[in-house]
Each structure stands twice: as structure tokens, then as C-alpha cells.
């Protein structure tokens, strides 16, 4: 079973900046971002491969880029000019099989235990 763990998240004004990390136990084909604000469903942010033979990703947030190292099995999560309807928590999450996108919820097979990223006014 892959372990996944999150860190990065914490309390910021708005404008403001957060880089979210997270560690795979192992080598994962790709690894993604979802994020549950209060009351919400769980929405998904973004996803990279994790294969040295590609920079595939998706971003479903302008002002969120990807990032990765793969030596080290860790995906980053940049988070700029972050606004109050940010606040939520973010999961980290991967998966056996890469398909070029942000995958549906379902079909995640690993997910992180979260982190709480707050964004005041």
C-alpha cells in the first residue's frame, strides 16, 4: 500500500502564497492535488506524471502550477494570489495508471491524509 504525506498547508492572507508537498512510500506513475472546501464535494486541482519520459499535467486552477521531483517520489503544489474560497483541505492523491488528466475521485487509488490550507480576508 503507498503512503502518501502531505505538508505545506497553513494559514495565509489573501494575495498570499502556499507550497504543498507531498512524499509517495514509493514510486507512483503519477500524483495529483484534490481539494474539500466546508461543505462541498471533494473537486480535483491538479495532476502530473511521474515518469522521467514526460512533463504531462493538468491544472484545473489557473493560479496553481504543478511541480515534481521524481528521485525523491514528491509532487509540489505552488498555490498563488490565494483567495478566502480557497480555504479547504487539500489531499494529496496517485494512482497505478496515468491518463493524461485529473482523474475522477473514484478512481483514485491512494490518498494522503490532508492538509488544511486557510486563506483570510
Known amino acids: 500500500q503507498v503512503q502518501l504525506e502531505e505538508s505545506g498547508g497553513g494559514s495565509v492572507q489573501a494575495g498570499g502564497s502556499l507550497t504543498l508537498s507531498c512524499v509517495a512510500s514509493e514510486y507512483v506513475p503519477y500524483m495529483g492535488w484534490f481539494r474539500q472546501a466546508p461543505g462541498k464535494e471533494r473537486e480535483g486541482v491538479a495532476a502530473m506524471a511521474h515518469s522521467p519520459n514526460t512533463n504531462d499535467a493538468d491544472s484545473a486552477e489557473g493560479r496553481f502550477n504543478n511541480s515534481r521531483d521524481i528521485g525523491k517520489n514528491t509532487l509540489f503544489l505552488k498555490m498563488n494570489n490565494l483567495i478566502p474560497e480557497d480555504t479547504g483541505v487539500c489531499y494529496c492523491?496517485?494512482?497505478?495508471?496515468?491518463?493524461?488528466?485529473?482523474?475522477?475521485?473514484?478512481?483514485?487509488?491512494?490518498w494522503g491524509q490532508g492538509t488544511q490550507v486557510n486563506v483570510s480576508s
Open positions: 492523491e496517485a494512482g497505478r495508471m496515468w491518463t493524461s488528466g485529473i482523474p475522477d475521485p473514484r478512481d483514485v487509488d491512494y
